[in-house]
């Protein structure tokens, strides 16, 4: 499946200042039955945005209106836990087009990568700044130069270089998962196998 080409994003963002957030709270095991990668979005933080009856939980980040973008800055460690892949594609199918942390599981990260979500690791200083800007004024705007690899706080200037493997990099960049990777260099798997 192709997503998106990136190459920069210019938003505000949704802060989830939470640490340790595991896999089954960001899409609960009980929404897992779908085998399509659509739909997981409106379930994404199923038990933390809504109560027991199904209402909004209205202080929750990504309710209300007071906070909006394609990025997503969450506190350390996010995405522990199992390693289902729906995380990623719930977090995606939200809108979602970047994720911010000081700290990623790795299981996480790879999927996110392989599903046209971009994690950007910074500093826990630099998070901290983040989520002070966002606190000051909701509509702060974040820079995301894919090709340069840096994140910038746009009222302030303040910036952070991010790392990405360069398989990745050219994956996103195109719009490719790994088999439409594949797919693309098929002439040159031919030509190798003969």
Request: aromatic residues 14%; negative net charge.
């Amino acid at each position: 499946m192709a997503y998106d080409k990136f190459t920069i994003i210019q938003t505000p963002a949704v802060p989830l200042p939470i640490e340790n957030v595991d896999t089954d709270q960001i899409i609960p095991a009980r929404f897992l039955k779908a085998v399509e990668r659509k739909g997981f979005g409106e379930n994404l933080f199923r038990d933390w945005r809504y109560d027991k009856w199904g209402k909004p939980i209205e202080e929750f980040p990504l309710n209300g209106d007071r906070y909006s973008g394609k990025i997503l800055v969450a506190g350390k460690n996010f995405g522990s836990g199992s390693s289902r892949e729906h995380a990623a594609w719930a977090i995606y199918d939200f809108g979602f087009r970047v994720v911010v942390s000081s700290f990623f599981a790795d299981i996480f990260k790879n999927n996110a990568l392989n599903n046209g979500l971009l994690p950007v690791v910074v500093t826990p200083g630099f998070l901290e700044k983040i989520f002070s800007e966002i606190e000051k004024d909701a509509s702060s705007e974040f820079n995301v130069n894919f090709e340069e690899q840096k994140l910038t706080i746009v009222n302030t200037g303040d910036s952070i270089e991010f790392e990405i493997n360069p398989y990745k990099k050219h994956c996103l960049q195109n719009g490719l998962d790994d088999i439409d990777y594949l797919v693309s260099i098929k002439a040159e798997i031919v030509a190798f196998e003969k």
